[in-house]
């Protein structure tokens, strides 16, 4: 290789005067371009943000002092050091002027790597025929790169060579007539290949409704038609994947036809890059995530089958075939939700750090999102879930029980996680929260394990002048006569008390049905107005106001009167 020394004002010089001879080739050339300029501009619109924008003019490095020499769209060098008082992005500009007006004849002349001397800048100097293109400094070097010099030197001619001969395969007319005819080619089958796939979107979409109306309309509730959702759904889904299939379609396109153009084709080459390396991170990341899903259906498959034990385990305590020391038969099933949950939510715990993207800031966003929502409702929510164990667990009452909740009266309907449901007399349904359960006095009328149900009582107030013994015979025989009384255990009269103008009688009954509480009360009553009726004794009770000349008091052969007989007494207090 030969050496000489240039000095630095003649190289510049020669790049001034270095003028723009266009030939008619050239002209017709350029002519071509305006032919192609719309998927060329498809194509910047798909393309990179960086690859649109270097692609006529030399652009600024990353460093602020440094500039890209870029020509047909294709990088050659990077400039760092000042040469004659000339920046960086000026010796680009110079450099690219000067590779932009060589005449075609200079195209098919080897470009020839000078070793030159330019003041104190010592370097290469590339030059074709007698036209000196641009000067390659040792301070271009970036101080990063440990190459020899002469390494890089040799890189930067490769890529000077293939960017002219990219504009020398421009400048030939049967390149640029079978780019064009291969294009025009591509074209149509792109547009046959979407015609063929939209007549295919549009028979799977019919086959998607008749299917819909054929199998799913006969098993579609009668009051609610969800087919229609349901093939919406399916037709927006199917709609997605066509124009994602058609989008993909239109990329290759783009790819194919900017790589048949030399000017092009670098812009080709980049989608085509982008599009590898995206397919690339996705291939990439399904095979980094398989030991992650493999683990995590490892403890799908290890807490379905714990799951299913616990479930065999409190199904056997709540049929009573098993028995386990402080678990009953009532609080099986709330038992078995909290295992249950506790038992999922570990699973979840273990298999998180697993899930594809566990570490993205997605999944962080998402965790402070829960975390938020659960800090600012946790406290009604948790008293409420607490409440709801403690009433579970207290065993106070169960669906079909006959209680009494603070004034609230009815039967039971549910026990639910944060509330009771009750149906009272006037069939309103009364949601009572668990919390007020637990601070109020609650009363279960309903009789559980085999047990006598709880009595009702009713009282009536007769005067002195009545027999008791006929009264508590009475009371018996209105309580007998009442279908919904219970008669084991036998009703039995109490005396309360001894007023200070008549007896107060209590009548104590067992209902049949402790749910049909208010309807038995009622028969009762009704029984006893008929029997008192039937005996001809007044239920009143009498008051004071004057002293009467004959002791009100009964005679000692009236003391047993019909229905009552001579040892009558109270019955059935000792009976419960």
Known sequence: MMTRTVAPATFYDISRDATIRPSCREFASRLTFFLMSLAICLAIVAAPPAAHAQASRPAAATDASAADLRYMDRPIATFRASLSGATPQQRA???????????????????????????????????????????????????????????????????????????????????????????LLATVVLGVVVWIAGRLQTRFQTRIQYAVEAHLLRRTSQTFDW??????????????????????????????????????EPMGERLSSFLWDLLNTFALGIVNAIPGLIAIAVIFLLTRALHNLINNVFSAIQQRHLNIPGLHPDTAGASRRIVAIVVWALALTFA????????????????????????LGSAGIVNQLMSGIVVTYSRAFQAGDMVQIGDTAGVVVSVDTLSVKLTNVRREEVTIPNAVVVGAIVHNFSSRDGKAPALVVTSVTIGYDTPWRQVQAMLSLAAARTKSVAQSPAPFVLQRSLSDFYIEYDLHVAPVNPAQRLVMLSELHSQIVDVFNEYGVQIMSPHFEEQPEIPVVIAREGWAPSPAQESAGPRGANET
């Open 93 to 183: 500009d110079r450099s690219y002027a000067v590779l932009d007006g060589l005449p075609e004849s200079v195209l098919s002349l080897p470009t020839q790597a000078v070793q030159a001397s330019m003041g104190q800048n010592h370097g290469v100097v590339f030059r074709r025929g007698d036209r000196i293109l641009f000067a390659l400094l040792a301070g271009d070097v970036d101080e990063a790169d440990d190459r020899p010099f002469e390494v890089i030197a040799q890189e930067t001619q490769v890529r000077l060579d293939t960017a002219l001969a990219a504009r020398r395969a421009q400048l030939h007319w049967p390149n640029i007539i079978r780019g064009i005819l291969l294009s």
């Open 227 to 264: 087919t229609g959702s349901a093939f919406q759904l399916a037709r927006q889904i199917v709609q997605l994947l066509f124009l994602f299939f058609v989008a993909a379609l239109v990329y290759l396109y783009l790819i194919y036809v900017l790589e048949r153009f030399p000017v092009s």
């Open 352 to 375: 998180y750090p697993y899930f594809p993207g566990a570490q993205s800031d997605v999944f962080k966003g998402l965790s402070v999102l829960l975390g938020l929502m659960i800090s």
